[in-house]
């Protein structure tokens, strides 16, 4: 396997392994949350996540993340924990 499939490989495991993490915890947490705070949780979430990729990555490269999952999305790609989205490219239309 060449080298930059081996990392790309990892870092796919790796994001599986959080998705999977978060699968369990925000259940949890939730369970304890007021129906209000439900009600607003995953926008709270996306716009936490937000947050830390434009702290890390800055506002440009964040925009392109998000395009990246909005092409993703658009193309009838669901994301989940054994199969997350590829967000380093923009999808290839199924070719």
Do not use: C
Request: no cysteine; proline share 5%; charged share 25%.
């Amino acid at each position: 396997m060449e080298p930059g499939i081996v990392e790309k490989d990892q870092e796919a495991y790796h994001t599986e392994l959080a998705m999977e993490v978060l699968s369990q915890l925000i259940p949890e947490a939730l369970d304890q949350a007021s129906a209000d705070v439900r009600s607003r949780f995953d926008n709270a979430l996306l716009n936490m996540a937000v947050n830390r990729i434009v702290n890390v990555e800055g506002p440009v490269f964040t925009a392109t993340i998000l395009w990246r999952l909005a092409d993703a999305l658009q193309s009838g790609q669901t994301p989940s924990a054994e199969q997350p989205i590829d967000l380093t490219r923009l999808d290839d239309g199924g070719v």
